[in-house]
């Protein structure tokens, strides 16, 4: 097996194998030497063979010096021995021939350098290990630091990377965020080392004490474990500590939706510690040139806007102590126009739609009961979509209002189509009433004056010659018995006053049911003691008085719909929306 064969097998960030290794090429490159020096001696034509050999001598000094720097350059607690093998397999070729001299300075320079290398790699990674074995030696992970002296600042910012979806059902929101938490643990101190930071992993801080904090306003929470959990731990030498995870949140977010959809709503996320009070840990936004809270450029929500950010610490008492928190105030704005183009534009549409039974003729009455039935079902399908994603409230919500005032008017149309043509259908009957009705009180008006002159004229002359009248009061008593038929008085004071005044040519009025005197002309007219309730013409007017509701609707339903959409838009926009 070829020395660069060795090479590509070997395990070089072994130090005893690299050891191994470089023993193996010295020997080589020795063998190799007193080959030359023989074939110099046996054939002076090996001056060109000599050329290569000096050429490649060149070459050696270069990547010689190449991996020195790599060596010298490289950060305390790194392994440059990758680049290094980059460096020698990248020229392979060059090393398969390569002839180094003994007694040559890049020999002496190659060797150094990598036995250097190995030192120190060694080295500094014994460093770290040792300090961080003394670090956790007598390290008490449960106590918190400044325990029994004071509280602990733990400062804190957030980094948002994503919102949403925020649930009007749920009454929640939704945040992906980096939460980093500040502190210092003076135990962590090792400034007398030369190292300047620990980079820690998962398993050795799960040996350390961090701060309890949770989410009080969450209703589910979890960190991101993929690939790993994604939590880091940085310690520098004077024991500060950052801690950073990666934690999606879902929280409570009570709201009032009297003006959805205009309405803004504030969610609010608070942070304390789950075990210790304000005498122990106080919470802190991290001052200075930059936000606490940052929100990432690439957010975009479907329904909403984040209008404000806030953000404060404060003290919050409870049953159980006094609480140091955190608080962040999430002000979101809704975005109407979704709205506006699914529910306020086809609602106000469909109310529009009704109106056009206004103009078809009252005789149609299949295509006027058609398009006010599917104008009314139609909008309350719209109604019961628009409800089905929202919580089930007590009060009624902006677009509630224009929804139902919508379907008061649509409703509205039905029920004056429902009326003409009830109205309509009731004339022919109602004309006819009307014509029987006229008769029958002519015939008992004509009645009514025989059995008045026969009274008259027997009362004042006697019976007419050869007829024999039993009892006068026989007539008069089937007089009366008229009136009591017709729900009238027959009051005898008057009966003999009218007596009288029929011989003056005339009647006077019956006080029981109200008829006028009679004068004996011939411009008497039934209609002055037989009215009909209507009026003379009660009938003539109920027909017009149809006629003219769907042209009173025409110019109604539309002005007084407009004016309450005015009245609407003008009450929900003038809001102030500040919070």
């Known amino acids: 097996m070829g020395l660069l064969d060795t090479l590509d097998t070997a395990d070089l960030t072994d130090s005893g194998q690299l050891k191994a290794f470089l023993v193996t090429l010295v020997n080589t490159i020795d063998k190799q030497q007193d080959e030359i020096n023989s074939l110099k001696d046996e054939n002076d034509q090996l001056l060109y063979e000599n050329s290569v050999i000096n050429r490649r001598l060149q070459d050696l000094e270069r990547y010689s010096s190449k991996m020195c720097l790599i060596f010298y350059n490289v950060p305390a607690g790194e392994n440059p021995i990758v680049d290094v093998v980059s460096l020698i397999r990248g020229h392979h070729s060059h090393f398969r021939t390569m ?79 980096y939460f980093r938490q500040f502190w210092r643990d003076k135990r962590l101190d090792f400034s007398n080392e030369t190292v300047g930071k620990l980079v820690l992993s998962q398993d050795v801080v799960d040996s350390l004490w961090i701060p309890d904090s949770f989410f009080q306003t969450e209703t589910e929470s979890y960190v991101h474990d993929v690939t790993k959990k994604n939590i880091f731990f ?70 909403f806007q984040v209008m404000n950010l806030t953000y404060r610490s404060f003290n919050r008492t409870l049953t159980t102590g006094n609480w140091s928190t955190l608080e962040a105030s999430f002000v979101f704005g809704r975005n109407t126009l979704y709205f506006i183009i699914q529910m306020y534009i086809p609602s106000t549409l469909i109310v529009m739609v009704s109106w056009v039974s206004f103009w078809v ?12 039935i599917t104008t009314v079902l139609t909008l309350l399908t719209l109604i019961s979509s628009t409800n089905a994603n929202m919580p089930k409230i007590s009060y009624m919500k902006a677009i509630d209002v224009y929804l139902a005032g919508c379907f008061l008017f649509v409703f509205a149309s039905l029920i004056e189509f429902a009326v003409v043509c009830y109205m309509d259908q009731q004339m022919p009957q109602k004309k006819e009433s009307e014509k029987i009705k006229r008769q029958i009180d002519k015939s008992r ?3 009514q004056e025989l059995l008045h002159s026969d009274i008259v004229l027997i009362r004042k002359h006697g019976a007419p010659t050869g007829q024999r009248v039993s009892n006068v009061n026989d007539i008069e008593m089937d007089h009366r018995h008229y009136y009591m038929q017709n729900n009238c008085i027959y009051p005898e004071e008057h009966f003999v006053q009218g007596v009288t005044s029929a011989e003056n040519g005339g009647f006077e009025s019956c006080g029981g049911c109200g008829r006028s005197g009679q004068p004996n002309d011939s411009n008497f007219s039934l209609k002055r003691h037989f009215r009909n309730p209507f009026g003379e013409s009660g009938c003539n007017f109920q027909m017009e008085h149809v006629g003219s509701i769907d042209s009173f609707s025409r110019w109604f339903f539309p002005l007084a719909f407009f004016t309450l959409m005015l009245g609407y838009w003008a009450f929900y926009l003038s809001r102030d929306y500040t919070m």
């Open 99 to 177: 002839i180094l001299p003994p007694n040559s300075s890049c020999y002496l320079l190659f060797w150094l350098c990598l036995l250097t290398f190995v030192e120190n790699n060694d080295k500094t990674d014994s460093v770290q290990e040792k300090i961080l074995s003394r670090l956790l030696e007598d390290y008490e992970k449960r106590l918190r630091p400044l325990s029994g002296v004071s509280p602990l600042l733990v400062n804190a910012t957030m980094y948002v990377v994503s919102i949403g979806p925020v649930s009007e059902v749920d009454m929640t929101f939704k945040l992906s965020l």
């Open 234 to 303: 940085r310690l520098d030498k004077v024991g500060n500590i950052l801690m950073s995870m990666r934690v999606t949140v879902t929280s409570r977010c009570p709201m009032d939706l009297a003006y959805f959809p205009m309405d803004v709503q504030k969610c609010i996320l608070r942070i304390a510690s789950w075990g210790y009070t304000a005498d122990d840990i106080q919470y802190f936004w991290v001052e200075g040139s930059d936000e606490p809270i940052q929100i990432s450029d690439d957010i975009t929500l479907a329904n």
């Open 361 to 372: 003729a009252r005789t149609a009455i299949p295509a006027r009961a058609a398009l006010g």
């Open 445 to 447: 008006y004509e009645i």
